[in-house]
């Protein structure tokens, strides 16, 4: 346990808020951030919040040439009555350190680190939008910063937060997105790092999302590496699709991300008594369910969007639209009710609302 050292900016190194009906996302940052390092044989230390600012790192740093590089993304919401609520951000913080056991990084206490970021969000809360629909994006990452060459875990890292005020994912409606489908590029394997959130993951998904944006789709769907047979996941997403009247999803088998919304609609779902089955689809099994009728919709789940109906998908040459392109009924309620518990508006039968006071 490391105390907390609280160092504000002074009033003349404050930034100017940006305009909160043109946020975007991550294109803005608040006025502090929290550090905190790692060292061999010391442990953690230097917990701290100060300004927002660059630090430095030796060219030689290991997260620069080895990718032992990690994060999380959570968000804080204003509730109506102007309180600051988090959603499951210790669920969040607990798969940074199975994030950090699988990359051979130190793992943090995450109960401390919580404590810290509500600090965090305390000095810089007005930077938490009050538009509809729009957040505080909460940053967690570490990064190697050993000054050594070698293929081996770093002895030293860096653990920071940063925070971003984000705009409404759907400004202009909750409405159904596109989805190219890749047979050519895979994403992770079983036996990877696949299921963690590791930096290198997500460059390694930027070709495929830069020829899938070329052709006017929104995200890549990926098939698993083996038999680019079975769906995975979307680029920033878990994926969900109703067949029969029973949710499907694929299994958590080490090569997609347990994510936190995914969790929170498998819930959701057993509580409303929706038949859910975590198992393999095959990309087949979803074309020939849209051919014959019984696919009734297609929706992703994650942080940024939270649910994300699709309305269509581009696979091996061709269009397949799904549920007419609209967005269905199942898609619509769970993320109503998603947001709902999030802004304080919906019982939080589960816990998951974590007050910022």
């Known amino acids: 346990m490391t105390t907390l050292t609280i160092r504000q900016a002074r009033p003349e190194e404050l930034k100017a808020k940006p305009e909160q009906t043109a946020l975007g996302f991550g294109k803005y940052f608040s006025d502090h951030m929290l550090t905190m390092r790692y060292k061999e044989g010391v442990g953690w230390h230097d917990l701290t919040i100060s300004k927002y600012e660059d630090f430095s790192l030796a060219p030689s740093a290991m997260c620069l040439h080895y990718g032992q590089a990690i994060f999380e993304g959570m968000k804080a919401y204003r509730t109506a009555n102007d309180q600051i609520s988090l959603f499951r951000p210790l669920d969040n913080l607990r798969r940074m350190n ?3 056991e699988r990359m051979c990084m130190a793992p ?11 600090e965090l969000i305390r000095l810089d809360q007005e930077w938490v939008p009050r538009t509809p629909g729009a957040t505080l994006y909460i940053r967690p990452t570490m ?9 081996r875990p770093s002895t030293e890292y860096l653990f920071f937060v940063i925070l971003s005020p984000v705009g409404a994912y759907y400004p202009e409606g909750f409405n159904p997105v ?20 590791t930096a290198g993951n997500y460059a390694a998904s930027i070709k495929a999302a830069m ?20 769906v995975e996941e979307v680029g920033t997403m878990n994926i969900f699709f109703k ?28 509580d409303w008594g929706q038949a859910i089955d975590e198992r393999p689809i095959s990309i087949d099994e979803v074309v020939e ?20 109906p699709v309305g269509s ?12 392109g609209q967005t269905g009924p199942l898609s619509q309620k769970m993320f109503d009710c998603l947001q709902g518990i999030q802004y304080g508006q919906h019982p939080d039968a589960h816990g998951w609302v974590e007050p910022l006071c």
Not at 245 to 266: E, F, K, N, Q, Y
Not at 313 to 324: A, K, P
């Open 98 to 100: 199975v994030s950090a």
């Open 143 to 151: 990064i190697a910063t050993e000054a050594a060459l070698g293929v």
């Open 211 to 230: 020829e899938a944006k070329a052709l006017g789709y929104t995200q890549v769907l990926w098939l698993d590496a083996i038999e680019r047979r079975y």
């Open 178 to 197: 596109s989805i190219y489908v890749s047979d050519t590029y895979v994403r992770a394997v079983r036996g990877g790092v696949g299921f963690v959130k």
């Open 243 to 270: 067949i029969n009247g029973r949710l499907i999803t694929p299994p958590l088998a080490g090569s997609i991300l347990p994510g936190i919304t995914r969790d929170s609609v498998i819930q959701l779902a057993k």
């Open 313 to 324: 998908l581009f696979y091996q040459g061709q269009t397949i639209t799904l549920n007419g």
């Open 108 to 118: 943090i206490d995450v109960q401390q680190v919580l404590a810290a970021i509500k």
């Open 289 to 308: 369910a849209n051919n014959n009728g019984s696919l009734e919709e297609v929706f992703g789940t994650g942080t940024a969007a939270v649910i994300s």
